[in-house]
């Protein structure tokens, strides 16, 4: 008789309150590009969550504006096509999801990312399920971009000084001290 011993497993995950981007299908399917993408997005939208009432100033879609800077920074489908895959899965993953779950600001972003051309046009049909598009919010980050040069570092220094718990995964910290160091040239 053979006896099956069961590998020894980490505690489940922690609990975070409500649901959130993260699928286990796409992080497979991805790996490490989706897994730190999906945590950037789940961990700022965290930090929205906890200081939505503190009086700091803070302008209206930064989570929106931050997670596209990330994304910008990171990810190039323009000249890398399998990045295209990566970002239709994940449209397509919160679309069909819960849109409410930590993290679904990243569907703004990347649709703020391919109307201003920054992101291929060839991702459009991922949003078909979409009956209204944000329009005045791509006016409101329009805004955003103009003063990205001073505006990525106050709102960086914002999350990293945010106190949430469980604290920023690590890439996120990384993503976000990178961000005030600047651009790298």
């Not at 929205?48 to 700091?56: G, H, K, P, S, T």
């Not at 569907?107 to 703020?112: G, K, L, P, Q």
């Amino acid at each position: 008789m053979v006896t099956i011993k069961k590998l020894p497993t980490a505690a489940g995950p922690t609990k975070l309150g409500r649901p959130t981007i993260m699928d286990p299908a796409l992080a497979a399917r991805h790996g490490s590009d989706y897994v730190h993408l999906a945590a950037f997005a789940i961990d700022i939208d965290r930090v929205r969550d906890a200081i939505e009432d503190l009086e700091n100033p803070r302008p209206f879609a930064w989570e929106v504006f931050l997670t596209e800077r990330y994304m910008l920074e990171r990810f190039a489908p323009n000249r890398r096509p399998e990045q295209l895959l990566l970002f239709e899965d994940v449209v397509i993953g919160v679309l069909e999801g819960d849109v409410d779950a930590l993290g679904s600001q990243i569907v703004f972003a990347i649709w703020d990312a391919i109307a201003c051309e920054r992101f291929p046009r060839r991702l459009t049909p991922a949003f078909a399920s979409w009956e209204a598009r944000p329009d005045e919010l791509l006016q409101d980050l329009a805004v955003l971009f103009e003063e990205e040069e001073a505006l990525v570092p106050r709102l960086a220094v914002l999350c990293l000084e945010a106190e949430i718990d469980p604290p920023l995964a690590p890439p996120t910290y990384e993503a976000l001290e990178a961000m005030l160091a600047g651009p790298a040239s």
